[in-house]
């Protein structure tokens, strides 16, 4: 069984073509939890597989989470399956694919460099406050793509210095806050500057912080717009793992197109020869 290790600002990705492997599709969420342990096996925030698509497109591209349950769609992993289509020769240097949350384009900036188009805002509350322990949390709620991929949107003050486990549990207890009857990815955040942004975010599925979130960025950065506090063009967004770049484009108050460019990184190609692995 072939596969590429990937990752987009520091959120890696392992990715199976099944169409060449032709595996049964009941097997990925058990092979998502198995290859992406980082003790047993590659190691990864996620599993994409490749399969033929069944609309309009060039591929399409199934996520799964490190824990086995499914992603409706992944921004950085969009970016990453879209340089796997371009080298693989699956596509061309503009792109259509089919996600679970609907179509997404994806564009070869560079050899290394992709954007995406993300889905648009399905579900949008942003004045949506939150109580955990006693506290208040002035989040906002944005789910992109149908069916929704859920966003809660928090700003904290001092960010970077927020003790690391105390970060931890707000984000393990928002994320699964009956607020929230999806769970979310909990994306903390600080505007530092004009056009720049610190953000962290714990995700949902992995249950735990990870490097970058391209979604993440983008729901961040279109509920900033949307309340007037950023003008949506070119936001460089920090987090652990890298940098990001979100567009978004607004025409009567409504998102038009919501854009994600970043880095991609072939970390590994290889074969997995897992002796306890079942299919």
């Known amino acids: 069984m072939q596969f590429w290790k990937m990752n987009g600002a520091g959120n890696d990705f392992i990715i199976l073509n099944n169409m060449v492997e032709g595996l049964p599709a009941e097997s990925f969420p058990a092979l998502a939890r198995r290859l992406c342990d980082r003790r047993m096996s590659i190691g990864a925030d996620g599993l994409m597989i490749v399969e033929k698509p069944t609309t309009d497109a060039d591929y399409r591209m199934l996520f799964f989470n490190s824990d086995g349950s499914v992603g409706e769609m992944c921004g950085n992993g969009a970016r990453c399956i879209c340089r796997y289509g371009c080298d693989n020769g699956l596509a061309g240097e503009v792109q259509r694919v089919q996600t679970t949350a609907g179509l997404v384009t994806g564009w070869r900036m560079t050899r290394r460099q992709y954007r995406v188009q993300l889905n648009s805002p399905t579900v949008l509350r942003l004045d949506y ?15 992109l793509g149908s069916p929704g991929l859920p966003h809660a949107v928090v700003p904290i003050s001092g960010l970077r210095r927020f003790p690391e486990q105390g970060l931890f549990e707000l984000g393990r207890k928002l994320c699964h806050h009956p607020a929230f009857p999806k769970g979310a990815n909990v994306n903390f955040y600080e505007v530092e500057g004009p056009g720049q942004i610190w953000e962290r975010t714990y995700e949902r599925g992995v249950e735990d912080f990870t490097h970058a979130c391209g979604t993440g960025t983008g729901s961040v950065v279109t509920v900033l717009t949307l309340q007037g506090k950023s003008d949506g063009r070119d936001v460089h967004v920090q987090m652990t793992g890298g940098e990001l770049v979100i567009d978004v484009e607004v025409r009567d108050g409504a998102v038009e197109r919501l854009l994600l460019t970043g880095p991609t990184n072939v970390v590994a190609k290889g074969e997995v020869t897992d002796e306890e692995l079942a299919l």
Request: charged share 20%; hydrophobic share 25%; glycine share 6%.
């Open 129 to 143: 406050p939150v109580e955990v322990d006693g506290v208040t949390y002035h989040c906002s709620y944005i789910e």
